[in-house]
């Protein structure tokens, strides 16, 4: 059977998350006076989000997601390759990237597993190479969406799911891949590997890390101005 590598994507392969993504569509084109009131009007979430990521990051990130209801579908897909132009490819660690390579040249499958947005994903998919990406798609309806997710969020137990089901569609040996993960919402999927690792991980995913012996790996971005 054939192997794979499952990447988790924000924060482990990008220094970025959900929230950065939808501020700079929310925020798309306004005045820097105007873009200060509005996330000035936004402070009650930016305080609330963080505790609801910490008590479930699947529940966090469907509450999040209904930030989008109403939102000009067509649209924001139009601004996904300027947002990953923008936004993600400046936080691409040049570390993940040659770990992808590695495990490409070694014959194992590359994969994203992200609770991001398809279509946010999608830019960085292609410049990556990869082929296969697991994310989460929004629901639209007339030509906006309505801020619910067509699927269950992909993080914590639901991430396993997905990266088991895609291992038994596609003949994938979990027993020989490999996983990769920053955050504790991501230990069910890596657990559920025979090659875990934690990059640059959150202190539950750094202890239980340690004390299964599992590889530690600490990715950072160039120095300002070192960028190619």
Known sequence: MAAAAFFAVDGTI???????????????????????????????????????????????????????????????????REL?????????????VARLLEHGAAGERPVLVTGSIDFVVAPLAAFLGVGDTLAVALEERDGRF??????????????????????????????????????????PMLRCVGHPAAVNPDRKLRRIAESEGWPIESWSLPERGTRG
């Open 14 to 80: 990008v220094r970025a998350s959900i929230a950065l993504y939808y501020v700079y569509f929310a925020t798309r084109g306004f005045s820097h006076l105007r873009r200060v009131a509005w996330l000035a009007r936004s402070l009650h979430k930016i305080l609330y989000y963080p505790v609801l990521d910490r008590l479930s990051r699947g529940r966090f990130n469907q509450v999040f997601y209904r930030n989008y209801r109403g939102m000009d579908a067509g649209r924001l897909r139009a601004l996904s």
């Open 84 to 96: 990953f132009e923008s936004v993600v490819r400046p936080r691409i660690y040049p570390g993940a």
């Open 146 to 187: 309505t801020g619910e997710l067509t699927t269950p969020p992909i993080s914590e137990d639901e991430k396993a799911r997905v990266v088991q089901a895609f291992a038994a569609e596609r003949g994938i040996d979990l027993a020989q891949s490999h996983a990769y993960g920053d955050s504790s919402a991501d230990l």
